[in-house]
């Protein structure tokens, strides 16, 4: 009786998160680890979570934007980005989604119950079928805050990096553009 090979397991898709500080670094480390997952001819997407209500931040999105190139898709999302982890992650696709501490104050401006939409971004991300890079600013760090809203933010953001790197296959800091791993590789 011949004895047949199992079928090789497949390696689940990496998620990695990225955090950092302000100018840190952070987006264009995670835009170079994203496009690394990505097989041509299929383009990397680009989940954009922050809104243009001011001249200032209209610029920043369109240097994001110029920095990227040809090699990406964008799709702007503020609230739902688990939505679009389940219908667009696929093998040599990748999604960056930049930034959580963006789409936090879009849940948190919109009354949203950032517990259960966090469950919701864990649970996409567990069962996405390629690779996702998630990009944050790393807020807990300073002083606590002097109000009650600062407070509750910071609070979130750190709860949803907990809660996201637990399902992270790698979890990086990025200071003066240099990675750490926290869990996982840099590369």
């Not at 090979?5 to 689940?12: D, F, Q």
């Not at 920043?60 to 667009?88: F, N, Q, S, Y």
């Amino acid at each position: 009786m011949a004895r047949t090979k199992p079928a090789p397991k497949r390696a689940k898709p990496k998620i990695v998160l990225v955090l950092g500080g302000a100018r840190s670094g952070k987006s264009e480390y995670a835009e170079a680890r994203a496009f690394a997952f990505r097989k041509s001819p299929a383009k990397a997407l680009y989940l954009a979570t922050g809104q243009a209500h001011d001249g200032e931040m209209a610029a920043r999105i369109a240097t994001h934007k110029a920095r990227r190139g040809a090699g990406w898709a964008t799709i702007e999302e503020p609230l739902d980005i688990a939505r679009v982890i389940a219908a667009h992650a696929k093998p040599g696709a990748p999604i960056l989604i930049d930034c959580l501490t963006l789409w936090l104050s879009n849940l948190m401006h919109a009354k949203a119950d950032i517990a259960a939409e966090t469950a919701k971004l864990c649970a996409a991300l567990k069962a996405a079928k390629g690779p996702v890079v998630l990009v944050s600013n790393e807020i807990g760090l300073g002083i606590v805050p002097d109000n009650k809203l600062a407070r509750a933010f910071r609070d979130h953001a750190g709860r949803i990096h907990q809660d996201v790197a637990r399902v992270a296959s790698d979890a990086i800091f990025v200071a003066a553009g240099l990675p750490l791993a926290l869990k996982g590789r840099t590369q």
